[in-house]
């Protein structure tokens, strides 16, 4: 009987520490559990990219203004007044192409005039020649004085300097006549024409009858400052210097090549003029427009970061790094410059690090954190027929 009763004793404190142990074990894993997901609720959620180390391009951001090539300000060269307008205003003409015709019967009729002159002066030049001939004939025989002759051949002189005068004239007259046909010099786009069919102009009028600016190519004109010259000048040995124009209003810019640098900097701004041809074939570059220009000099190895990923602090710029164990830390960087929507980093990253780009207010050093990709950019919208 004793030995049952220690035997159950014994089977009894064996079932207790079993169920003690047990549920030890049951709260170390709710403890572990609890603070799992106490962790979990503490984790910031942010998005993440990666710091990559690439050729970028070296470019200089300024301020353009599209000026063309040849402008030419058309101006009649004889008061008379307008017969016909041959464009339409705005139009595209080609060089050589009819503009105005302009009233010249004034013109013709003193062209006429001159005509006549000739003909009876060449009437009088073969009488006197005649005469010449006669007296010369006459004076070897005596049968007339040499005196005689000599008013005969003075005569056929004379007659002979008025067919040229009237000549000389008469081609003035035929070039009075050219300007009646006023046509296109070069080949561009026509402004409105400034006065219109039966108006009267004038030489000595200020205002041109229209304007032609030659569309393609174009000139695109910005200033850079005098320590960018060096590099542009190497560029422009190289043949790289490459410039894009941005038009405000369309995503495409324009591309062309650097044709020149002014010869001289400005003293009072320190500033130099570079002058971009772009070939413009389509006309999307209108003159007098102000554009935004990219210059890219070359081509650089560098790492760079998406452009919000980079921080401002009163102790300089500095990014967040997310390591392998998802905790955010502070790393001070050291910027260049911006290319289009990245920075490129000179100082602070090697490439291939992961950066915060969105939730940095919530962070702080050591700080938890729950990374997601980058949203996909949101494709444009489509515009209704």
Sequence with gaps: ??????????????????VLLVRGFWASDRAAAARAQG???????????????KPVPVRIDALGTVTPIASVAIKTRIDTTIDRVHF???????KGDVLFTLDCRAVDAQIAQTEGNIARDQAQ??????????????????????????????????????IKSDTGLLDNLKVQRSYCTITAPITGRISAAAVKVGNFVRQAD?????????????????????KNLPDIRSA???????VDALIPGDAKPASGQVSMIENAVDATTGMATIRATMPNEDERLWPGTLVSTELTLRDEEAVVVPSKAVQVSQTGNFVFVVDANNV?????????????????????????????TDGQLLLSEGKHVSPRPPRPAAAPAASGS
């Design 328 to 356: 955010a830390h502070v790393r001070r960087v050291t910027t260049e410059r911006q290319v289009n929507n990245e920075t490129v980093i000179t100082t602070g990253l090697a490439g291939g690090e992961t950066v915060v």
């Design 88 to 94: 339409q205003d705005g139009a595209h003409v080609n």
């Design 236 to 242: 422009l040995a190289a043949k790289t210097a490459t």
């Design 125 to 162: 030049l073969h009488g006197a020649e005649l005469d010449v001939a006669r007296y010369t004939s006459l004076v070897a025989k005596n049968a007339t004085s040499q005196q005689t002759l000599d008013t005969a051949t003075t005569a056929a002189e004379s007659f002979r300097a008025a």
């Design 39 to 53: 962790q979990a609720a503490q984790a910031v959620p942010i998005e993440v990219d990666k710091a990559a180390r």
């Design 206 to 226: 200020t205002l041109p009858m229209a304007t032609i600016n030659q569309m393609a190519p174009v000139y695109v004109s910005f200033t850079v400052s005098q």
């Design 1 to 18: 009987m004793l030995k049952r009763k220690w035997l159950f004793g014994v089977a009894a404190l064996a079932l207790i520490g079993t």
